[in-house]
């Protein structure tokens, strides 16, 4: 583990894409978030950090709640079976 939160975003872009449960296009605008979060992490102005951070965690609340619906039905579909 970094302490270097370029280098930890770095890390979490170079996840498998196959491993990666729920929809592509979902995981494509959470990898556009942070690509923006690091380019904001180069600069000085707060205000672009506190936007990108605002986007990636939209991004991964939305992601994380689809993730948990597709779970759920699965686990539906395995108790029906």
Not at 12 to 40: I, K, M, N, Y
Not at 55 to 68: K, P, Q, W, Y
Request: no cysteine.
């Amino acid at each position: 583990m970094t302490s270097d939160p370029r280098v930890a975003l770095e890390q979490v872009q170079l996840a498998d894409q196959r491993s990666r449960p729920g929809p592509v296009d979902w995981w494509e605008r959470f990898d556009a978030a942070v690509t923006e979060l690091g380019e904001a992490l180069e600069g000085v102005a707060l205000s672009a950090i506190a936007r990108a951070f605002g986007e990636l965690s939209d991004v991964a609340r939305d992601l994380a709640g689809e993730i948990e619906r597709l779970d759920a039905h699965a686990a539906g579909r395995r108790r029906a079976g």
